[in-house]
């Protein structure tokens, strides 16, 4: 029997000693599954170097560690039946998998050394047996197990897998379970992966573009999985796609659709349920799978201004294996703090309230909406804190990732963002222009070959809007952006000198060069149309350095020393630049980050110089 005390070592560290996370429960709801970087010591408790998953028992209170390995431990799921855990494993890993996390120092081999591959691992429950279930030669990003429990459906590609994620294909996979019984006269082959689906060889509106999210049909016959123009693993968006588990043809049964299916899974044999972004709002749906066509659910709220997932994919939402249909999801905004929501679609209800005491310092939302090109655009606009309409206001746009993103609302984090500029008295504009999420494919993919023109167009014309009716203060606009949004930052700083100060984090200045440094060449080609020594002069036409000469808008610049998305010597390039054509300028590099920035101290020194660069280069002119 193990106590409540030993549980709470365990799962929250007494003193702080260690920690835990990721829980999942099994599919009857009996036992919990987490992973803690605990381990037994004598008679205590002492962190470990490395996370173990352990399994409580609802019943009897029992606790047991089910894994001994030696590396990384993401995104786990129960098979079916209960018996066994699989989840993403690397072994022996140094780093996180992905594009996120630095890079390691660049030394050895360059792309032969150190390289680290993510594999399915699969542990026994009642035994703790372990293997590692998918090939050595093929990166695993995502997995789902088919409702038998004997087979895998996952995306992969060859290592590296922080590169290749945008080549990745679907495979069908049968596997011996560790603590399974043999299967009986195997034949040759039987636990070799088969390629379902390489859209390199598809005809049509998917060829050469992302796939994500597979997931099994309940009697295991079919994979529904979303397809679409991506630029980031685990940014998800794009239609809903069902194909037969044996292979063959794929079908989109979401053609047209004005959203971006960001997560799915089946409800039930003959529907779909998904979360997606619609406009800049998070939209729950259920699909007919025949038709593609949105199943009513009267009396539901489905729409959501804000933010919702359940940990690990993004929009990820939990569904009961067992009941009625009940789901569960965490739900933030600008104005809400994050709290869980479960309970069937008809009667979603808050069910925690840990954060009901926080109330937000910064000014009020508002859904924005205009046109241009002929498209539908969609934008946030956060107020100033304590807004006085009689009164003018700086403006700071801010660009958000990707392209192929979204701003949603969503409860801000100790970091970069717009939330505290408007807490000190600013307008910030979070426009969704082309090439974003929630306005369907086409939306999406309509910066193709054009970053940094439809899209700048766009969000000028929205910043026209906001001027006419809000008392915005034209000699105090300030553009900042993280990655695409950096890139946006230095590139709108060349074509406009409409803004009067500019940020521009993990940035990119020089697409040509850009191909030759980074670690993730392939998303490029999807978005190009061909590579940089194909068509040197298509990276040319959107490479802020070939219009330099245009800048007069001081430009603070920030970038990670170990980015691999975009690489520390592309800041260096504009920011060299732009102190030899005499404009205002400074670099910032930070020592051991990568593109997603970890140390919180970090964090925090972006942000107050951010804040810093405005406040001077932008100053209250007098009353």
Request: glycine letters at 12%; a negative charge; one cysteine or more.
């Amino acid at each position: 029997m193990i106590s409540p005390d030993t549980i709470g070592n365990v799962t929250n560290g007494k003193a702080g000693v260690c920690s835990a996370g990721s829980p999942v429960w099994s599919p009857d709801g009996k036992r919990l599954a987490f992973v803690s970087d605990c381990e037994a010591k004598g008679s205590g408790w002492a962190a470990s170097e490395h996370g173990e998953i352990f399994v409580w028992t609802l019943a009897g209170n029992g606790l047991k560690q089910v894994t001994q390995v030696k590396g990384s431990i993401e995104e786990m799921a129960w098979s079916p039946d209960g018996k066994s855990i699989g989840f993403l494993y690397v072994e022996n890993a140094t780093r996180s998998a992905g594009a996120l996390a630095a890079m390691k120092p660049w030394a050895g081999v360059i792309g032969e050394d150190g390289v680290e591959v993510q594999r399915v691992g699969v542990t026994d429950v009642a035994s703790g047996s372990f293997a590692q279930v998918t090939p050595a030669g093929l990166h695993v990003y995502e997995f789902d197990w088919a409702p038998d429990s004997s087979r895998l459906t996952y995306v992969a590609a060859n290592p590296p897998g922080e590169n290749n994620w945008w080549v990745a294909q679907i495979y069908v996979q049968t596997i011996q379970r560790p603590g399974m019984q043999t299967l009986q006269a195997a034949t040759p082959g039987t636990y070799e992966p088969k390629s379902i689906l390489d859209t390199t060889k598809l005809a049509g509106e998917l060829h050469g573009l992302q796939v994500a999210v597979p997931r099994w049909s309940p009697d295991g016959t079919k994979v529904a999985f979303i397809g679409g123009l991506m630029s980031d693993q685990g940014s998800t968006g794009g239609d809903v796609y069902v194909m037969s588990a044996a292979g063959g043809q794929p079908r989109n049964i979401t053609p047209g659709r004005a959203a971006s299916v960001a997560y799915l899974a089946w409800y039930s044999d003959n529907q779909i349920g998904v979360a997606e972004h619609v406009g800049g709002s998070s939209h729950l749906a259920l699909l007919d799978e025949a038709t593609g066509s949105e199943v009513p659910v009267h009396g539901a709220e489905m729409t959501f201004p804000g933010s919702i997932g359940a940990g690990g994919m993004a929009m990820k939402i939990s569904l009961a294996k067992t009941g009625n249909g009940e789901v569960a999801f965490i739900r933030s905004s600008f104005e809400r703090a994050p709290e869980v929501w479960a309970g069937p679609l008809t009667n979603l209800r808050q069910i925690t309230h840990l954060n009901d005491g926080l109330k937000p310092s910064w000014g009020k939302t508002e859904n924005i909406e205009w046109v241009n090109d002929g498209f539908k655009v969609q934008g946030w606009l956060l107020y100033p804190a304590n807004y006085d309409a009689t009164k003018k206001y700086p403006l700071i746009v801010s660009v958000h990732g990707g392209p192929s993103s979204a701003v949603t609302p969503r409860w801000p984090g100790v970091g970069y963002g717009g939330v505290p500029f408007s807490a000190l008295g600013y307008f910030v504009f979070m426009p969704n222009p082309r090439g974003s999420y929630g306005q369907g494919e086409k939306f999406t993919q309509a910066n193709i070959k054009d970053f940094g023109y439809g899209d700048l167009r766009d969000i000028l014309t929205g910043m026209d809007v906001l001027e006419k009716r809000l008392p915005i203060d034209k000699n105090r606009e300030g553009l900042t952006g993280w990655s695409y949004g950096g890139f946006m930052t230095m590139f709108g700083v060349t074509q406009t000198t409409r803004f009067k100060a500019a940020v521009a984090g993990a940035g990119i200045s020089d697409w040509k060069s850009y191909y030759g440094e980074n670690s993730i060449d392939q998303w490029m080609v999807p978005f190009f149309g061909k590579t940089v020594y194909d068509d040197p002069a298509v990276y040319a036409k959107s490479s802020a350095i070939e219009y330099i000469k245009n800048v007069k808008t001081p430009t603070l610049v920030v970038v990670g020393d170990r980015d691999g998305e975009c690489p520390a010597p592309q800041s260096f390039e504009f920011w060299h630049a732009l102190r030899a054509e005499g404009v205002k300028t400074q670099l910032v590099v930070y020592p051991n980050e990568g593109h997603a920035f970890r140390s919180l101290e970090h964090r925090r020194d972006v942000l107050e110089r951010a804040l810093s660069w405005f406040e001077v280069e932008m100053p209250q002119s007098k009353q």
